[in-house]
T-cell receptor, first 114, second 112 residues
Framework: GAVVSQHPSWVICKSGTSVKIECRSLDFQATTMFWYRQFPKQSLMLMATSNEGSKATYEQGVEKDKFLINHASLTLSTLTVTSAHPEDSSFYIC??????????FGSGTRLTVV | GENVEQHPSTLSVQEGDSAVIKCTYSDSASNYFPWYKQELGKRPQLIIDIRSNVGEKKDQRIAVTLNKTAKHFSLHITETQPEDSAVYFCAASIGGNTPLVFGKGTRLSVIA
C-alpha cells in the first residue's frame, strides 16, 4: 500500500532555532500534502494544505512566515518551523493524497523546543 | 467550512461489551467518513471508512453506519477486547484533494 515516510521521528531544539520536517511518498505521487499539528490529548488540527509546485494554503491562525511549507516535487514536502519557541512543541504529522478519498499518514514528528 | 463533532470524549466498557462512538458533520458535501485508531505517539491507523453512497459497512467486529439526512455517522465495536483501548477519531472530507477534518476524539478504555 501507499507509504509516507516522515523524518525525523523526534527532535529537540533550542528556542529560536529552526527545524525542518520531511515527508516523502515512497510508492506514489502525492498531488496534495496536508500538515497537521496535534497537542497532547487533543485532535489533529489542520495547519496547511500544499499542492506540488504551488504555494501552500494555511488555515486561519497559522502563521505562514513561521511554518514554511515547500512541496517542490510530487514525492517530497517539507515543513520548517522557524524561530521555534516552547509553545511550538507538538506532534506534527503529514498526510498525502492522490485524490479519490485515500489518505496516507506519515509517522509523525515529536518536536520539543527547550 | 466543515465541522465534525464527536461524542463521547471518554468511554469505558467491560471486556466483551459493545462500544459506540458517534459523530456529526456540518457540510452536506462531505462524502468520505473514515475512522482512525491512534495509540500514543503514533500515526492514526485507519480502521474502517464509509462513503456517502453506502449506509453501513462492517469488518469483523467493527461497523460504521452513516445517515446522510441527519449528517451523522457512528462506529460500533462489538466484543471489545483490552487491545481495543486507544483514542478513536472520526473524520470527514468532501473528497478530491481536500483535507480530512477530525473530530476531537474518544478515549476508549476496555476493562478486563
Amino acid at each position: 500500500g501507499a507509504v509516507v515516510s516522515q523524518h525525523p521521528s523526534w527532535v529537540i531544539c533550542k528556542s529560536g532555532t529552526s527545524v525542518k520536517i520531511e515527508c516523502r511518498s515512497l510508492d506514489f505521487q502525492a498531488t496534495t500534502m496536508f500538515w497537521y499539528r496535534q497537542f497532547p490529548k487533543q485532535s489533529l488540527m489542520l495547519m496547511a494544505t500544499s499542492n506540488e509546485g504551488s504555494k501552500a494554503t494555511y488555515e486561519q491562525g497559522v502563521e505562514k512566515d513561521k511554518f514554511l511549507i515547500n512541496h517542490a516535487s510530487l514525492t517530497l514536502s517539507t515543513l520548517t518551523v522557524t524561530s521555534a519557541h516552547p509553545e511550538d512543541s507538538s506532534f506534527y504529522i503529514c498526510s498525502a493524497t492522490q485524490g479519490g478519498g485515500g489518505y496516507t499518514f506519515g509517522s509523525g514528528t515529536r518536536l520539543t523546543v527547550v | 467550512g466543515e465541522n465534525v463533532e464527536q461524542h463521547p470524549s471518554t468511554l469505558s466498557v467491560q471486556e466483551g461489551d459493545s462500544a459506540v462512538i458517534k459523530c456529526t458533520y456540518s457540510d452536506s458535501a462531505s462524502n468520505y467518513f473514515p475512522w482512525y485508531k491512534q495509540e500514543l505517539g503514533k500515526r492514526p491507523q485507519l480502521i474502517i471508512d464509509i462513503r456517502s453512497n453506502v449506509g453501513e459497512k462492517k469488518d469483523q467486529r467493527i461497523a460504521v453506519t452513516l445517515n446522510k439526512t441527519a449528517k451523522h455517522f457512528s462506529l460500533h465495536i462489538t466484543e471489545t477486547q483490552p487491545e481495543d483501548s486507544a483514542v478513536y477519531f472520526c473524520a470527514a472530507s468532501i473528497g478530491g484533494n481536500t483535507p480530512l477534518v477530525f473530530g476531537k476524539g474518544t478515549r476508549l478504555s476496555v476493562i478486563a
